[in-house]
């Protein structure tokens, strides 16, 4: 018996790694050589690829491919139907196999849905990707990133709540924690 949880109309092929308490929904595919963490949940229709990495406790929401390449650490939340890529110029007549590049989400990263990351980024710790977000290029930590492509329009704290800053710093009206705006960059108080 398995410490974790899959659905029957999902598959986890041979050589896959899943952590306990994991759940896997309907209709999924978890191939060889990828490695769950523990406590996740994938929602319905996901695949996760050959050569991926995810972290304890990532949400992995409905319609959602996690394609080899690509890294979440822990505590990362991707909404439904968000979308990662792995090459940069792909052709259906070009194989491209040997030239994936990697996309690094950061501990409790948050990518809204149908948000697209190209390829080739980090995402930072914390940062927050609003709903229909394209990031094309790197991303701070704790930065609010919205729109196409993708651009700075603010700050989020841990716990996941907009910071308003005066002066250069501010507090998170949920949880208190203090921050402060220094060179482009939110820190911790």
């Known amino acids: 018996m398995s410490d974790y949880f899959v659905h029957e109309s999902s598959y986890v092929d041979d050589g896959a790694t899943i952590g306990t308490g994991t759940k896997i929904w309907h209709f999924c595919h978890v191939m060889p050589g990828a490695e769950i963490g523990e406590r996740c949940s994938l929602g319905q229709n996901v695949v996760v690829m050959p050569g991926t ?3 304890n406790n990532v949400k992995i929401q ?9 890294v979440l650490e822990d505590d990362v939340f991707c909404g439904p139907s968000c979308v990662f890529t792995n090459v940069t110029t792909p052709r259906s007549h070009v194989s491209r196999r040997g030239e994936y590049v990697q996309t690094l989400v950061r501990r409790g990263a948050t990518i809204g849905a149908n948000a697209t990351v190209v390829c ?5 710790e914390f940062a927050f990707v609003g709903a229909g977000a394209v990031v094309t290029s790197d991303v701070p930590p704790h930065a609010l990133m ?3 492509p993708a651009r700075r329009v603010g700050w989020m704290c841990r716990c996941g709540e907009r910071v308003h800053l005066t002066d250069g710093e501010g507090a998170c009206e949920r949880c208190g924690s203090r921050y402060r705006e ?8």
Not at 182 to 189: E, I, Q, S, T, Y
Request: charged residues 15%; proline residues 0%; glycine residues 22%.
């Open 120 to 124: 080739g980024i980090t995402l930072g």
């Open 146 to 148: 919205v729109g196409v």
């Open 62 to 70: 409905n319609n959602v491919s996690i394609y080899e390449g690509v």
């Open 53 to 55: 990495r995810i972290g």
């Open 182 to 189: 220094v060179d482009g960059r939110l820190a911790a108080l």
